[in-house]
């Protein structure tokens, strides 16, 4: 038993009736407040002002009246006034040329709507009850709310992130409105006839208008969200596709019914047949459905994951310093398994097979791991498909061309298996536990750990190639030592050669029997000095200062230099220097013989021995060729640089080297064909305390 025309004018009435009265009570409340829409507020209040005045003229005159209609033309105009104050509010209509021209299209279409009506009414009532003449005006006034819906999608994801803020109800509000006028005219085009049950209801929808505007005209309207559950939208969205798809399939069904001519029949029927076959074939389809689910999720959904929060998380913990913090190794595995809520992890990384071993453990003890974790099948798979490995579909035997050894199938708390790459090389995978809500991995988990595992493996890379370079350095620094001890060598080698030379004259001569001990008692304690550097392996800045008399060393050294050079000592003032003797010693070797070398042999060297305030100064001069301003500035401290045939070119290196270490000061001045003056400068010992108290109160600030 169906509804009579009387009971659908009297729902028309009661909600039309409603809607005037929602209509006007929120103009009036939000009249004192219309600065909350940033300059939008009057073209608002004026939307609700005609929206009642249309709702009165329905209930008076009927909804396809001219008066009505008139009126409604009137409300979409004020509607887009709307959309255009809001548009404007921020500015954006003088940079978006192109709108206003749209507004105007639109207001053009919602006068010549009641426009054509009035004209045809003016001719001959009769023609507004022809069918082609209906759905003209029909399809104008869809037209219109089609635009419509359009721009005001544009007015709100063009908006900033502030701005949505106040336009988010608005919005909302005309979007709702249209949408519904939308699903009105399609049903009155395609029934061929005005939908009087439906258009009824069109006086609840104002009620919702307003509704909808107040509330966000309300206190905390920006708290104030919509959250439905994912499920629940996917279904409800998913009802509305299947309704969407019948309606488009009635649509066309009944286009080829009256376009196929004596067919029009045959085709009808076929393409419903073929339509609802195609529907019985893809929705029950876990593909199609689970196809769907990733879409909308992508695209309608807010993200499971706070993506700021989850990237500053990974960043404290793969960047954790201090004494208690983690081995990298560790912290790697912890930051990937914070994301997914996984409690442990295990990390692989390739041995010189390629083979994957166990690299650290977090938090997974239990975890039995054999020697070779993954094979090369699996390390190769990994490393050529990135692909982030769902343990769970593996043991479904859904994965079974994946080479997943049998202990990880076997480990019920293994989840998934992170490939980590750095340019194109697989430098380790992540092994994560499940986590205690136990689920199944998305796209959104698998999004996220790709970005993730990319970094880590940039961090894991980085971190074998600083390790590289310390291995390289400390064998740097071991060869270092060996080429200056083979300079020692060098230097004793030659002294013993000379003595030996000297030895074949002089024999005889009880002095230089004498001298000969004291030289060879000289160079067997520099010989053990030098094994004893060599085995400690390291520079000489870790000894222990002591007081040491430069100008009794200095003397002794000219002594040694007696028989090859006129070496003299001048000693200004006495210095106890604050150093190591034999560091002392090499250095003053050093630059000693740099002098003998550089000077004639009837041209003495000088080495003067003063105070300089906190600190002993000596100075070793020669008149000597001299030295280049380039070759002092680019050559001379330089390592394996040397301009003497046969020589090794780290005697001034090491002098300046040993100096630094004990936080003294190597300096040069030198003219070519004049000579040249090293300035070594070191703390004295008693000014060491001062000079180191003073250092660490330069550190510290």
């Known amino acids: 038993m169906s509804a009579g025309p009387g009971l659908w004018d009297w729902v028309a009435s009661t909600a039309h009736v409603a809607g005037a009265c929602a209509a006007i ?39 396809l009246s001219l008066v009505a209609q008139g009126l409604l033309g009137l409300r979409n105009l004020s509607y887009l006034w709307a959309i255009y104050a809001m548009f404007a509010s921020d500015g954006r209509h003088t940079s978006l040329t192109e709108v206003g021209p749209v507004v105007a299209a639109l207001c053009l279409v919602d006068i010549l709507v009641p426009t054509v009506q009035f004209i045809e009414h ?14 003209l005006n029909i399809m104008l006034a869809m037209l219109g709310v089609v635009g419509s819906l359009v721009l005001v999608h544009n007015l709100y994801a063009s908006a900033s992130s502030t701005g949505r803020q106040m336009l988010r109800w608005p919005a909302l509000a005309l979007a709702a409105v249209w949408v519904f006028e939308l699903n009105l005219y399609t ?25 909808i505007l107040a509330l966000g005209a309300a206190k905390g309207r920006e708290t104030l969200r919509l959250k439905p559950s994912r499920t629940v939208t996917f279904q409800s969205i998913s009802l509305i596709v299947i309704g969407l798809y019948f309606v488009a399939m009635i649509a066309i069904a009944r286009w080829l019914a ?52 989850e990237w500053l998380r990974f960043a404290r913990t793969i960047g954790g310093q201090g004494r208690d913090a983690a081995p990298l190794h560790q912290r790697a595995v912890q930051a990937m398994a914070d994301i997914t809520d996984s409690p442990a992890g295990l990390l692989l990384t390739p041995d010189d097979t390629g083979e994957m071993v166990l690299a650290a453990r977090w938090q997974w003890p239990t975890a039995d791991v054999p020697a ?147 030289t060879l008692r000289n160079s067997a304690d520099k010989l053990n000095h030098l094994v004893a550097r060599l085995s400690r392996y390291g520079t000489s800045a ?32 006495p210095c106890t220097i604050a150093g190591q003797s034999h560091s002392i010693e090499q250095v003053l070797t050093h630059l000693i013989q740099n002098a003998v070398d550089a000077s004639a042999p009837d041209m003495p060297v000088f080495v003067s021995i003063a105070g300089d305030g906190l600190y ?50 190597l300096d040069v001045e030198s003219r070519e064909g004049i000579g040249t003056r090293f300035i070594v400068r070191l703390p004295l010992a008693s000014a060491a305390e001062i000079l180191k108290t003073m250092d660490n109160d330069q550190k510290v600030a």
């Open 25 to 63: 009570t929120v103009a009036v409340s939000i009249w004192g407040q219309r600065e909350r829409y940033s300059g939008a507020g009057k073209a608002i209040v004026a939307a609700l002002a005609m929206t009642a005045l249309w709702c009165l003229a329905v209930v008076v005159e009927g909804e």
């Open 122 to 135: 003016r001719i001959n009532p009769a023609l507004l009850n022809e069918v082609e003449l209906y759905q």
């Open 187 to 211: 049903v009155a085009y395609l029934a061929k006839h005005w939908p009087v049950e439906l258009a009824s209801l069109h006086g609840l929808l104002d009620v919702g208008f307003a509704g």
């Open 258 to 309: 009256s376009a196929g001519g004596e067919l029009g029949r045959w085709w009808q029927f076929s393409f419903l047949i073929a339509a609802i076959s195609a529907a019985a074939l893809l929705l029950p389809s876990r593909r199609m459905r689970g196809w769907m689910r990733v879409m909308f999720t992508k695209h309608f959904f807010k993200h499971r994951y706070e993506y700021r929060e």
């Open 372 to 518: 070779q974790a993954l094979g090369l099948a699996t390390a190769h798979f990994l490393a050529a498909s990135d692909h982030i490995v769902d343990l769970d579909t593996v043991r479904s035997h859904a994965g079974a061309d994946i080479a997943i050894p049998e202990w990880l199938r076997e480990e019920s708390r293994a989840w998934a298996v992170v490939p980590l790459q750095h340019n194109g090389r697989l430098v380790g995978a992540v092994i994560l536990a499940r986590p205690p809500q136990d689920r199944k991995l998305d796209w959104e988990d698998f999004d996220l750990l790709r970005v993730v595992a990319q970094q880590i493996g940039t961090y894991l890379a980085e971190h074998q190639g600083q390790q590289a370079l310390a291995e390289a350095a400390r064998f740097d620094e071991f060869h270092r030592r060996i080429a200056f001890v083979m300079h020692d060598i060098k230097n004793l080698s030659s002294q013993l050669s000379l003595l030996a030379r000297n030895a074949e004259r002089h024999a005889e001569n009880p002095d230089f029997r004498a001298d000969m001990l004291v």
């Open 542 to 573: 870790g000894d222990k200062a002591e007081p040491v008399e430069v100008g009794a060393l200095a003397r002794q050294l000219a002594e040694t230099f007696r028989v090859r050079h006129n070496v003299q000592v001048i000693e200004r003032d």
């Open 616 to 665: 002993g100064r000596i100075e070793i001069v020669d008149s000597g060729h001299g030295m280049a301003p380039e070759f002092v500035r680019n050559r001379l401290f330089k390592p394996f640089d040397s301009s003497k045939p046969g020589g090794f070119g780290i005697g001034a290196y090491e002098a300046r080297e040993l100096v630094r270490a004990m936080h003294g000061r």
